[in-house]
């Protein structure tokens, strides 16, 4: 091991022994932990993708409502059901199955199968299709007539269409789904040829059918207006927000970090000219910029990073200049410029990692300000539609009916993560800048 290699190792340890000793660094350190490990080990915390819809219905409560909340005591769980066998075949007589329904009624429920008929040329077959409740009474969902053979159609019947309601004689007001599911027990699905099906060389055909009831309860978050599970958004959300942070932090530090050791060790035109600019960059509103520029070059999440980098680097920059005009005043630069040392390779080798402490502590304090942005920016309706983030589901929320349905559980979960996140990185960036910066510690 070389005296490099020592004196770097031995000032991480000593680094390290002064940071355990920070209650709040310690915390936020935890923290970050927590959020890495959601992230990276996402697929494994929910069996669901942000991108599945109908999971439940719309804006559903939280499953564990159900032990706490007593209007939840029986309240329905999505129920899927499908035909045992792939293929039926309908002569004279219907086909049924059962379906075992034990909950309260619940708001919607859709019905979908593929039908198709072979008969002979003018000859007239139908069938309906029925459910049958546990007290014998009977609902007509759908029905049809054919004269000859038929290509596969798919069917979908679903509680909320007008059509299906005024053919159960309901008006555009009433919900088929809680008239129908009243009751508790089994019920039967059937498929029914009408009287006078044909003669026997008819035959109906009905496969893929599958029954769907969404339920009021789902998950550990319930879902939002979509029926896409909230706790998989929340979830994946944490690696969109780490990856936002870091990725905006990291480019925003670099940039800044090169203009301020230019700026400070050249001096002259070129400081005068940046430092200008800088301060008009300072002086520019950042949101509505952002706003703007995120309009003009479409709603991506890499565009989300450039723009916050874009608009992040100048505090960095500032810091680093300063330190670097007091460091170009030293011996060992004086030592370096006389041994014939260029400027890049004194800037490199020789400013550069005297501001890294700096540095770093500056990019730990910059991740939440990128998260802030970014979720600001999706609130509004400016992120990107595709991906799970916190600001979206804020941005859902705001937009379907969380805040007029008193929906918690929608609106919480993003704000509490967005803010414990956030403050966790101020408290390991305030934590390093005590650390390394003595004047910081002075005003302490």
Known sequence: MNKYQLRVETGVMSFWKRYKGKPLGMIGLIIVIIYVFIAIFAPFLTPYSPKQILLADRIAAPLWFRYVIPKYNNAPQTVTIGFDSPLYEIKDMPVSHIIEYNYSAPKTFSLTFDCWVNAPFHSEAGFECLIKTPEGREYSLWGKSYSSDSDKQVVRIDSRDLGLKQRLGLTIFEDPASKIFS???DYSLIFRPNPGFGDTSTRLY???VKLHIPGLVHGILGTDHMGS???TQLVYGTRISLVIGLSAAVISVAVGTAIGIICGYLGGVIDEFIMRAV?????????????ILGAILGKSIWNIVILVSAFAWMNTARLVRSQTLSLRERIFIEAAKA??????YIMSTHILPNVLPLVFASMVLLIPTAILTEASLSFLGFGDPRVATWGRMLHNARGFGAFTTLAWWWLVPPGLAITFLSLAFVFIGNTINEIFNPKYRERL
């Open 183 to 185: 009751s508790r027990g």
């Open 206 to 208: 009905i496969s893929n």
């Open 229 to 231: 599970d909230l706790w």
């Open 279 to 291: 301060d008009v960059f300072l002086a520019i509103p950042v949101l509505p910029i952002l706003i």
């Open 339 to 344: 041994s014939g040392g260029s400027d890049i």
